[in-house]
């Protein structure tokens, strides 16, 4: 197959889950990695499978990205996988992370879902994992989402290892789930 594993990424947290799908994807297959901000909506045409990534911004895919995919046209030949990474809580813990999640994060993979049923596509499934916001995200964050102390405490020394080994690890896991589906 001919994959295109592309991200949009301003810090470099989701270029990293880019590049563990893309190690994966060019074990069997012809593929490439590319950063959203080169991509154009006619070169998608060119794929076979589409791995889109990006940072989840203001509770859903990145602006640049939404703008994007509204673009695609209806029915392509592509396969669509998504991946994402945000700074919010995954929601498995407690439902405190549950809560930040559905209000901060969620709508990324319902973005995806909703691309796929309005564009037709074939849409084989999605990744997240948490992300090290930066400076300026911390502190908003700090400051309007995560304001207790000890709340904080916790929240910033889990946040600021991901993507860790294990979230990569994940990642692979995901891309070649996948490519087997494909
Ligand atoms: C402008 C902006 C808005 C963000 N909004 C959210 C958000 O709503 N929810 C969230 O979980 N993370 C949010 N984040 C944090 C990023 O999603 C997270 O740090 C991500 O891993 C960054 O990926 P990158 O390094 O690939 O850019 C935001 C980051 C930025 C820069």
């Given at each position: 197959?001919?994959?295109?594993?592309?991200?949009?990424?301003?810090?470099?947290?989701?270029?990293?889950?880019?590049?563990?799908?893309?190690?994966?994807?060019?074990?069997?297959?012809?593929?490439i990695l590319k950063n959203f901000k080169e991509l154009s909506v006619d070169e998608l045409e060119n794929y076979d499978l589409v791995?889109?990534?990006?940072?989840?911004?203001?509770?859903?895919?990145?602006?640049?990205?939404?703008?994007?995919?509204?673009?695609?046209?209806?029915?392509?030949?592509?396969?669509?996988?998504?991946?994402?990474?945000?700074?919010?809580?995954?929601?498995?813990?407690?439902?405190?992370?549950?809560?930040?999640?559905?209000?901060?994060?969620?709508?990324?993979?319902?973005?995806?879902?909703?691309?796929?049923?309005?564009?037709?596509?074939?849409?084989?499934?999605?990744?997240?994992?948490?992300?090290?916001?930066?400076?300026?995200?911390?502190?908003?964050?700090?400051?309007?989402?995560?304001?207790?102390?000890?709340?904080?405490?916790?929240?910033?020394?889990?946040?600021?290892?991901?993507?860790?080994?294990?979230?990569?690890?994940?990642?692979?896991?995901?891309?070649?789930?996948?490519?087997?589906?494909?």
């Amino acid at each position: 197959m001919k994959i295109l594993v592309t991200y949009y990424s301003e810090t470099g947290n989701t270029k990293k889950i880019a590049e563990a799908i893309h190690e994966i994807a060019l074990q069997n297959h012809d593929s490439i990695l590319k950063n959203f901000k080169e991509l154009s909506v006619d070169e998608l045409e060119n794929y076979d499978l589409v791995f889109l990534g990006s940072a989840c911004h203001h509770a859903n895919l990145a602006p640049p990205v939404l703008r994007f995919v509204e673009k695609i046209p209806v029915s392509p030949k592509l396969k669509l996988a998504g991946f994402v990474t945000h700074s919010t809580y995954p929601p498995e813990g407690s439902d405190r992370h549950a809560e930040l999640f559905e209000q901060w994060a969620s709508k990324c993979s319902k973005t995806y879902k909703t691309l796929q049923n309005e564009k037709n596509i074939d849409y084989k499934g999605y990744f997240r994992c948490m992300g090290v916001p930066s400076k300026p995200i911390e502190g908003f964050i700090h400051a309007q989402i995560i304001t207790e102390d000890e709340e904080w405490a916790e929240y910033i020394a889990e946040v600021v290892k991901h993507p860790d080994e294990t979230d990569i690890e994940n990642a692979k896991k995901f891309a070649q789930e996948i490519l087997d589906k494909c």
